[in-house]
């Protein structure tokens, strides 16, 4: 599978999309208008090896909610992201059995080299 799930409104995600120079069997969803299913989610996690490390810490909802002064689970973790589409990092690149996440410039160099690469 190559896909990537980012949030079309971000303009972080639309400069690394630009970026990337994506070639066009990559499938994008905008998560913002088509929400992440519990089967997607769970794809994501088989690759990252965690819910956690697809969730953004950075979100404005953690905060509002005080979440870091709280002991999540990953069962939390997962809620949280199929609850508000704000709490997954993004982007999240899929190229094949490889997981990209977040803004990094590390990730995205990764990611493009990985792209690109054959």
């Known amino acids: ?3 990537v799930y980012y949030l079309k409104t971000c303009s972080t995600c639309i ?10 069997e990559f499938v994008l969803q905008n ?3 088509e929400e992440i299913t519990v089967k997607q989610l769970e794809q994501m996690k ?5 819910y956690e490390s697809l969730f953004s810490k950075r979100s404005k909802l953690y905060k509002e ?7 999540l689970e990953e069962r939390d973790f ?14 999240v ?5 490889q997981i990209f996440i ?7 160099e990764a990611a493009k080299e990985a792209i690109h690469s054959k």
Request: hydrophobic share 30%; net charge positive.
């Open 93 to 97: 690149i899929i190229n094949g059995n």
């Open 15 to 24: 400069r690394i999309l630009k970026d990337l120079n994506l070639p066009s």
């Open 1 to 3: 599978m190559k896909k």
């Open 31 to 33: 998560i913002k208008t």
């Open 102 to 108: 977040g803004n990094s410039k590390n990730t995205v």
């Open 46 to 50: 088989e690759l990252s090896g965690s």
């Open 65 to 71: 909610m005080d979440l870091k002064n709280q002991s």
């Open 78 to 91: 997962k809620n949280y992201i199929l609850e508000h589409y704000t709490f997954l990092s993004r982007p």
